[in-house]
Nanobody, 119 residues
């Protein structure tokens, strides 16, 4: 299993920026794709972005494309989410997740980091 620890959340004004980090440890060799998800109070968890460790192929949700950038540092086993032009609707608990190669669902999850955006 891969252990994931997120950091970097906090309070920011609308229009501001934050960078989230997700440090992976444990069986990182089994991880193929890393994703960021978010869940706001009273809402379902939603996909934000993903990246593959090998090749760095990325995907974004329509709501964040052009504002958020996902990246990875393979040497540090760390994935980042740079969030710019933040909006109040971006406020949520952000979780990172790992998906092993060949699996259709993410199978390891972090505890999450809270992002609050003031208007």
């Amino acid at each position: 299993q891969v252990q994931l620890v997120e950091s970097g959340g906090g309070l920011v004004q609308a229009g501001g920026s934050l960078r989230l980090s997700c440090a992976a440890s444990g069986r990182t060799y089994s991880s193929y794709t890393m994703g960021w998800f978010r869940q706001a109070p009273g809402k379902e968890r939603e996909f934000v972005a993903s990246i593959t460790w090998s090749g760095g192929s990325t995907r974004y949700s329509a709501s964040v494309k052009g504002r958020f950038t996902i990246s990875r540092d393979n040497a540090k086993n760390t994935v980042y989410l740079q969030m710019n032009s933040l909006k109040p609707e971006d406020a949520a608990v952000y979780h990172c997740a790992s998906r092993d190669q060949g699996r259709s669902e993410y199978n390891s999850w972090g505890q999450g980091t809270l992002v609050t955006v003031s208007s």
